[in-house]
């Protein structure tokens, strides 16, 4: 039988050891008496790894205690969330704006199942993240407690590698093999991906006699790739040379392109710019290239630009159904020029020049192909006037704050009048801002005007509600604090209220500001647009939030008010608190024009498919 002191106290001598030398796992002993668990901690350190968000239970208490020791050393820093899905979406912020890599710990059964529903904001919006999930136990001695109650084998290997890659543990000595693909998944330049790596029970604690740590991977440079073949290059910059109407779309896949390589492009194509939610700021709002949003509830200009160029440049997109009208926004393109590294993603449409590879290599090689253009375009012309009247629209529906609501009784904000304030507020304190799914979400898209990228996080991949709020909390965990406001409906923030109470333990100082029209307006509104009314949408019940959010010590509540000036003075006297600020604003649902920013593109949904996708076909794009 083991001796479990004597491994518990190797355990605590390694750690010990480590922190002398500076975490460098290579310096450790060779040849090691050493747990599953703890192997696969010393794995992930070596990985870059060193914080966990955990939901622990009878499935991780382990990997838990392995946690704990090195969190004793330095080594490590677990943060013990009451959600794992507020856990994954945490660790996706992290990864999004503060670039640091994290593990979401949870047990096993119905923890795992919710981090892995919330994994497809990562798996949605390409980023790397590490899952460990217990798992049940590898003898087969009978149905494991809280697991899949179905009499087969790995059923949460399934259900992993339906949403992305995954690897059971199964063979205490698979874990080298196992680490090597979460480094190839989590780190790939031409598409971050979670990766979910299932622990069972029973293997956890298996002790490795005379385990070689080198065996554990290290950090492994990938190198980017950049398309070589010249003959596309040349005939992509035929194409644009021939071309009197081209505009260039961007996704999130262009966030490393650098803003001034990314503006000479479309200089020198005569083009203009249209970005998705995921990327405003990559040229400055009041660029006058910049279209600003394209796509089902893209603005104006931004979808005038898209359906009336006769080329389209596309960086670093996957062409969603909501980015590009579920396929009927290029109604006049003639030939598209794509650009990922994703070959799935660059073939996605007909008539295709595709140019693979790392986005900052390729548009740099493509712009030194073109010409300096002499003046400004009549296709510019034509957009930039656009782009015009679209600002002018949306300063109209702002000057107008207040409309009477049915449900409050009373006047009240208007969602873009407040949104707008907010956003106001704050661009002026540089704080980051988030948006829930909703209609705060594809108001706020609207709304922002960015003048850098990556400022505004925005979750159209996945659109998970309550992901804004949860967000929060890697403000309190990143080693770059940033103020965090995040934009979220009241359906959204009751989907993750745990940051009431996460906020506070993980110390964050951040805001939440809640747009409170009660009820799912982004879906009332589509029933109305498609069947003349809403159903089972609205809501009946009143909720005072801040005085939810002041039951709560070390969280301020505050009421927003029903102008914008109130609206403005509260907003400064939240951000004056040293934790959680909690802004509850009700706002205007209704058939007034006025009360949202409009929605001026198509979507392959409800009785508009046959519409939309006759459309499509008609296209043949």
Not at 154 to 165: F, H, I, Q
Not at 279 to 301: F, Q, R
Not at 512 to 522: E, G, K, Y
Not at 546 to 556: F, T
Request: proline share 3%; net charge negative.
């Amino acid at each position: 039988m083991t001796d479990w002191n004597e491994i518990y106290s190797q355990r605590t001598a390694r750690a010990a050891f480590l922190a002398e030398h500076s975490g460098d796992i290579d310096s450790l002993d060779t040849f090691s008496d050493i747990t599953v668990n703890e192997a696969l901690v010393l794995g992930l350190i070596k990985q870059g790894v060193k914080k966990f968000f955990a939901v622990f239970g009878h499935g991780s208490t382990d990997l838990g205690e392995v946690l704990r020791v090195y969190q004793e050393h330095s080594l490590v820093r677990v943060y013990n969330f009451r959600s794992e899905i507020s856990a994954s979406h945490a660790a996706a912020m992290m990864r999004w704006k503060f670039g640091e890599y994290c593990a979401v710990v949870t047990s096993i059964g119905p923890g795992a199942l919710q981090a892995l529903s919330a994994s497809l904001v990562g798996q949605s919006n390409g980023l790397g993240i590490y899952y460990l999930f217990g798992d049940e136990t590898t003898g087969q001695e009978g149905p494991n407690m809280q697991q899949i109650p179905k009499r087969e084998q790995d059923l949460y290997l399934k259900l992993a590698d339906v949403m992305g890659k995954g690897f059971t543990i199964g063979d205490p000595y698979a874990l080298a093999a196992a680490l090597k693909r979460a480094w190839g998944t989590t780190r790939n330049p031409a598409g971050e991906k979670p990766f979910y790596i299932l622990l069972p029970m029973n293997v956890q604690s298996r002790v490795m006699r005379g385990y070689n740590i080198r065996e554990l991977p290290g950090p492994t440079i990938i190198p980017k790739q950049c398309c070589i073949d010249e003959y596309q290059f040349k005939q992509a910059a035929a194409v644009i040379q021939n071309s009197s109407r081209v505009t260039v779309k961007i996704g999130r896949g262009a966030a490393g392109v650098e803003p001034a390589v990314l503006k000479d492009l479309v200089r020198r194509c005569s083009a203009v710019l249209v970005h998705s939610p995921h990327i405003p700021g990559m040229l400055a709002y009041d660029d006058p290239l910049n279209m600003t949003v394209g796509g089902s509830k893209g603005s104006l200009c931004g979808n005038y630009a898209m359906e009336h160029c006769d080329t389209a440049i596309i960086i670093g997109a996957r062409g969603v159904c909501q980015w590009d009208s579920s396929g009927t926004a290029w109604k006049e393109v003639k030939h598209v020029i794509s650009i990922n590294s994703s070959i799935e993603d660059v073939l996605h449409y007909n008539r295709t020049t595709a140019l693979t590879g790392d986005a900052a290599e390729v548009v740099r090689k493509l712009s030194s192909l073109l010409c300096e253009p002499e003046e400004t375009s009549p296709w510019q012309q034509d957009c930039i006037a656009r782009r015009k009247s679209w600002d002018e629209i949306k300063q109209k529906v702002y000057r107008r704050e207040r409309i009477f609501d049915e449900q409050w009784g009373r006047e009240v904000l208007t969602q873009p009048a407040a949104i707008y304030t907010a956003i106001g507020f704050a661009d002026a304190v540089s704080a980051v801002k988030i948006f829930d799914a909703g209609d705060v979400q594809a108001n706020g898209f609207q709304a922002v005007e960015d003048s850098t990228s990556g400022m505004t996080v925005t979750d159209t991949g996945a659109s998970y509600m309550g992901f804004a709020v949860s967000a929060l909390a890697a403000c309190g965990a990143a080693e770059k604090k940033e103020y965090g406001i995040a934009f979220t409906g009241d359906g959204s923030f009751f989907m993750n209220p745990q940051v009431l109470i996460d906020a506070v333990h993980l110390g964050v100082r951040a805001m939440v500001i809640i747009f409170d029209n009660r009820r799912m307006s982004a879906i009332s509104n589509l029933q109305r647009a498609q069947y003349g009314t809403d159903f089972a949408t609205s809501d009946s019940v009143l909720v005072d939030y801040a005085a939810l959010a002041d039951a709560v010590s070390g969280v301020r509540g505050f009421f927003g008010g029903t102008t914008a000036a109130e609206f403005r003075s509260t907003l400064k006297t939240a951000y004056e608190h040293s934790g959680l600020s909690v802004i509850h604003v009700p706002v205007y649902f209704g058939q007034d024009e006025d009360g949202g920013l409009g929605v001026f593109g198509s979507w392959n949904v409800g009785n508009w498919c046959e519409k939309v996708e006759a459309e499509k076909h008609r296209i043949g794009l």
